[in-house]
């Protein structure tokens, strides 16, 4: 297998869901069984993409394999290039999306099969995976933005596929607004790249500002980049305050929020991010490490208080996108991805596993009607609770691995810059997390059930349904990251697979133990720049452990807590919420987000277009009107000049064209003997027009 | 007059292996229809066979430049060169393509017992393209035009049992004798000037010495005419409306495409070649001074476009209105002739090209809905893009194109035009052919304005076999991805532009 070769794979990875699409969509109609050919191009895809990780990883496994062409010339020295940066991020991205994707599509066959739109809905997945390969694969911004916005729209698509209920079609609507607005942000970086540098490569782009060249000339010019190219992220990743699509984003069907929601477009900001890392001067971390932990604190206090299954799991989801964000701001790379990665499969089990309860019991997602369900769904219950404890940071899952690596890096940023705040708000939400996951463990699976009519019809679902759930689970354990349960450094995720970042901001704006001064080890010769120096290595191995136990202690303490609370039921919950009300209040009202941004920027829009009609109406009809009354005794001589002089233009033109038209067709009178005559006739026209 | 070298004849013959294929796919089929007298169905596919063996001897062709046939030491009666396999290679798709037309053309259908003499007489007119497009002597140009024409005369009036037909072949072989009486008429008035028939030669008699001006004026225009005729540019084009309204569909589309890529191809080589100042040049052609071509391609493109577009306006036939289309595209490909610039031919290439898959395209659609409802009138399209779907934007989406809208591959042919005609300062002209251009988008808007904005109770239903689904799709997609990724096709045309000579 040469390097064509996992070219060529790729590209087949990468166009194989779009014929899905495409069959699927055009047959879905006429073939009430199409949506078999679309699972089986996703098996395919899913073979081809673990194909492809398997020789990249084992054999090419420091190569960055770069493929591009030219789609079109502006002029000589601009050309626009569509390509393929093929990388191990690259290929394990892959894999993860196929990976789950297919497994989404499993899943569905069962979970979806009574819709009347059934085929429409896996042609949707289709371009969906279309979208989120293009992105995994791109090697510049140009391409990153077209298939960013293929997401968005399939993502709408997906939200609003039961439009007929108006909440569904609402959030459609808002996710695909509110994204738009971090758009514009990535939209403005991405031609502030272009203008500067001519090319949307990140490979020429980050060779270039290596090279010195900075937009505007200015360091604070490629820090507003970075933070305006994150604003894509923001909106993308539901990232504080752009946040609030994604709980609503649940009127979609289930399997689509674990595919879409949960695992794979929503990283599509945090694998953005990770893309441009190069660029981050440090003033721009400091913001997406700020916006990270905004991110992950509120969304995780949310979900102490919510009863809605998906609810709870959405919230989670936004607070550990906020957790990569944060661990990405402070420099924790690799474990950034590695986070994105693990998460990706234990949030995508949990969904699918609040699919199967939800299923079970006839599209209840209210967990206060639930309970008891562990005899019922033992299949589900155990993966559950393996996907659960891996994302509250217990030892032996992967969860426990990345979490522990983020917070490590906490620790370490702390105690090299001073910021501290990062580390407490990490460790905080690790103990919130661990907490309401195991509430929802608690009040879903233990105790007495609550709806007895609807328990007594549960029953475990068909095994397509189950099946994707145990490889999700079995993906959620250590050994597949790393060999030793309890250090995941020397593992080959981390130590083989991801490079270390390479950065190109110049050295004056980067964090002080990021510059290469420092007793930096260079990696990348030919990319010249490198990251971090021996006393972050140092900060890290000192953090590591204290940070390790720490976070186990917080884990250990929010499942404590949460048994206390609902298993063993030692504190009265109700008596609790009623002492701290506002809190309880607050929290389950989302903070009032909602409200808030209605009140404000909905409002606020409608506001500002009602007074610009005032505006209109009152101020600027009047002047017009005054004019208007002035003029029209002027307009009565123009009005005729108008009707007779320029309509008589207008409409003489019109007329022209007819008449040429008609004599045109006239001389066609169908004689051939007229023809011949003209022929004749214009050859001695032309004769006398040349000859001089 | 003209002595062949016959020695070294098995070279020569390997240059012709596309056309020597092409004859005896030709004598298989006359001869399998006299033998297997039932078996009509093998006759497409055997045409098939043969044009694809031929396409298969054509590629090596791009990038030789070579000679074949000499008639003396250094002139020969045909080029083999890029330029010449670039239009072979056009031809053949086209062929291809109208192969598959007839197959599901209730018009050929109708003529069961003649299949085979439709299917050879249709190989007589490759073959006499093929000819046309590396002929280098007049008389092999000439002879090669005959071939194409006479072939095709028979081939417009095919269906005897249709008047429509009949008096199409009529009024088509009259004109087409007499313009090609006038342009053998001009002929021997150049040889009788030049004394040579080898484009070649002529252009060296005319580097050299002194020929009468108005005498050479007159050769040359009646040589014109003789092309004019075949590319259908005013005001030699009386015949086309009625030819391509009588004609069979697949005919039709056949001579709107290949046979017209054909003229333009002997058009290009006898400017070029003939008036060459000498034989090297820089992006722009050098030309002698005895005929400023310039200014009459430029005239005659100018009346093309306009006419055809004008006279399309007032079409209620849509078959008559692709032939006023077909006219007005004439005009538009010989503006980048008249640019007389490498960088001209080149966009009448891309040109070409795009022009071969949107033509087809709309003549195949309108072929498959006459199929079922007897009609091209505009008027009988009503609501049809609410009963048949999937024809009707297919149908709009090459009538979009041939208007040259974005993002269809229209456009870029039209942009490269226009990008040429930049380039040489003819601002004026390019604004013209804008124009032209708003002109066409009323007369194609208007169909697409018919079939989905107006309603009716009529309800048709037009099966599409599976086959044909696919013709309509191979025809699609060059059509919009030309329009989107379009540089391997501009790099093409620009590797085929080289001439013998040059």
Known sequence: MTETGIINISLAILFLPLLGFIVTLLLGKKIKSIYLFEVFILTVTLFAAIFVAFIKLSYYVDDRIIAEIQWFKLSETISIKLGFLIDNMTVIMLFVVALISALVHYFSIAYMKDDPRYNRYFAYLGIFTFSMNGIVLTNNILMMYIFWELVGLSSYLLIGFWFEKKSASDAGKKAFIVNRVGDIGMFAGILILFLTYNTFSFESIFHSIAAGKLPFNSDFWLTMTGILLFMGAIGKSAQFPLHVWLPDAMEGPTPVSALIHAATMVAAGVYLTIRIFGLLTADAMMFIAIIGMLSAFIPATIALTQNDIKKVLAYSTVSQLGYMVMALGIGAYKFTFFHLVAHAFFKACLFLGSGSVIYAMHHEQDIRNMGGLRKKLPLTYATFLIATLAISGIPLTSGFHSKDGILASSFAFGSLTGNWIFAIVGFLVALMTAFYMFRLVIITFHGQPRDQHKYEHAKESPFVMVMPLIVLAGLSIFIFYTPNPLNADEGWFISKWLPAPVLSAPNNTRFDFMQETAGAVTHNPSHGTITYSESYTEAMHGAHNPAMILALVLALSGMLLAYIFYQWKKINVDKLTQAIKPLYTFSLNKWYFDELYDKTFVAGTIGFSKLIGWFDAKIVDGIINGAGNLTRLLSVFTGAFDRIVIDGIVNFAAYLSGFIGLIFRRIQTGKVQTYLILVIFSIIILLFLFND | ?502
């Open chain 2, 1 to 502: 007059m003209i002595t062949l070298i016959l020695s070294n004849l098995s070279v020569n013959i390997q240059a012709i292996y596309p056309e020597i294929i092409l004859s005896l796919t030709l004598v298989a089929l006359v001869i399998f229809d006299l033998i297997f007298n039932k078996q009509k169905k093998f006759l497409p596919l055997i045409s098939i066979i043969g044009l694809f063996f031929a396409f298969i001897f054509v590629i090596p062709e791009f990038g030789t430049s070579r000679s074949a046939f000499p008639t003396s030491e250094n002139n020969s009666l045909l080029s083999i060169d890029s330029f010449s396999a670039f239009f072979k290679g056009l031809i053949i798709i086209a062929s291809v393509f109208v192969v598959l037309f007839s197959m599901s053309s209730n018009e050929i259908k109708s003529c069961p017992d003649r299949q085979g003499e439709y299917y050879s007489l249709m190989f007589g007119m490759i073959i006499g393209m093929f000819f046309l497009v590396s002929a280098n002597d007049l008389i092999l140009i000439y002879l090669s035009i005959e071939l194409l024409s006479l072939s095709s005369y028979v081939l417009a009036g095919f269906v005897k049992t249709s008047i429509r037909n009949s008096e199409a072949s009529l009024k088509y072989i009259i004109y087409g004798s007499t313009s090609s009486g006038i342009m053998l008429f001009g002929i021997s008035i150049l040889y009788g000037i030049t004394g040579s028939t080898n484009l070649f030669e002529i252009n060296s008699v005319l580097g050299f010495s002194n020929v009468p001006q108005i005498t050479f004026l007159i050769s040359i225009l009646m040589i014109f005419t003789g092309i004019g005729f075949k590319i259908s540019i005013v005001p030699f084009h009386f015949w086309t409306p009625d030819i391509y309204e009588g004609a069979p569909l697949p005919i039709t589309a056949f001579l709107s495409v290949a046979s017209k890529a054909a003229g333009f191809a002997v058009l290009i080589r006898f400017i070029e070649i003939t008036f060459a100042e000498s034989l090297s040049k820089s992006g722009f052609w050098q030309l002698i001074p005895y005929v400023n071509w310039q200014n009459l391609l430029v005239l005659f493109s100018i009346i093309t476009m306009t006419f055809g577009n004008f006279a399309a306006l007032w079409q209620d036939n849509l078959k008559r209105l692709l032939a006023y289309s077909s006219i007005a595209h004439a005009g538009y490909l010989m503006l980048g002739v008249a640019v007389l610039s490498d960088q001209g031919l080149t966009a009448v290439l891309i040109y070409f090209s795009i022009y071969l898959f949107m033509n087809l395209g709309a003549f195949f659609i309108v072929m498959l809905i006459a199929n079922k409802i007897n009609s091209e009138n505009i008027d009988d399209y009503r609501g049809l893009g609410y009963s048949i779907p999937f024809l009707s934007t297919s149908l709009a989406i090459f009538l979009v194109s041939l208007t040259g809208l974005p993002p269809t591959a229209g456009f870029i042919g039209k942009l490269y035009i226009f990008f040429a005609l930049v380039d040489a300062k003819m601002i004026v002209v390019a604004i013209i052919a804008l124009l032209n251009t708003v002109v066409a988008l009323y007369y194609y808007i208007r169909v697409l304005k018919v079939m989905f904005l107006e309603r009716t109770d009529k309800h048709v239903e037009i099966e599409i076999s599976p086959l044909n689904f696919v013709i309509i799709l191979a025809l699609l997609a060059p059509t919009l991805i030309f329009g989107v990724y379009f540089t391997p096709l501009v790099n093409i045309a620009k590797n085929s532009i080289q001439l013998l000579g040059f």
